[in-house]
Antibody, heavy 124, light 110 residues
């Protein structure tokens, strides 16, 4: 079955970096766009970034633009989120999610399925 | 920050119908599909409605979605205790070049 498993979360000091990974299985990873979505403790959902199935296009939320980089390795069926210059307000559970339409070139807010999430805590 | 506005809470007794609104603008709901997600306590969100009013397989037909202009709504009929959850609408925003979520609505079954 389609499965997404995030890893790489933890406690990090403000200003430092962290890289999250999302291992995909059960589908042809290289055919699907992928997203990162986060949720601060007790708060709502916030979309973070999207990458096209082939890595040709990437879009970011204004809150992370210039600090976070989304990437993928289709040979390893893995999605990444490189997070630099971390701030306290980046503390959240980070979910990876798939766009369920294959070879999509028109972006949408269609996320299915989602991973279980990985917690990132930015604190000194 | 959330660009789509939802009521913070909604409630009903078992069997009742509950409706959740989602208000946006011409750059998001007005020009793109709307999606709805259900988040049960302590779990990851789950797709509930896609492309305004389509239900994925496995989602009960008690859940229905609609869209008109720059607003959308989710209706839950025949409310059940297991429907207690947070519900979020989402859409792509052409001006922001990104997806946006609603503020979220907590549904309580009385």
């Amino acid at each position: 079955q389609v499965q997404l498993v995030e890893s790489g979360g933890g406690v990090v000091q403000p200003g430092r970096s962290l890289r999250l990974s999302c291992a995909a299985s059960g589908f042809t990873f290289s055919s699907y766009g992928m997203h990162w979505v986060r949720q601060a403790p007790g708060k709502g959902l916030e979309w973070v970034a999207v990458i096209w199935y082939d890595g040709s296009n990437k879009y970011y939320a204004d809150s992370v633009k210039g600090r976070f980089t989304i990437s993928r390795d289709n040979s390893k069926n893995t999605l990444y989120l490189q997070m630099n210059s971390l701030r306290a307000e980046d503390t959240a559970v980070y979910y990876c999610a798939r766009d369920p339409e294959d070879i999509v070139v028109v972006p949408s807010a269609w996320f299915d399925p989602w991973g279980q999430g990985t917690l990132v805590t930015v604190s000194s | 920050q959330s660009v789509l506005t939802q009521p913070p809470s909604a409630s009903g007794t078992p069997g009742q119908r509950v409706t959740i609104s989602c208000s946006g603008s011409s750059s998001n709901i007005g020009s793109n599909y709307v999606y709805w997600y259900q988040q049960l306590p302590g779990t990851a969100p789950k797709l509930l409605i896609y492309r305004n009013n389509q239900r994925p397989s496995g989602v009960p037909d008690r859940f229905s979605g609609s869209k008109s202009g720059t607003s959308a709504s989710l209706a839950i009929s025949g409310l059940r205790s297991e429907d207690e959850a947070d519900y979020y609408c989402a859409a792509w925003d052409d001006s922001l070049s990104g997806s946006v979520f609603g503020t979220g609505t907590k549904v309580t079954v009385l």
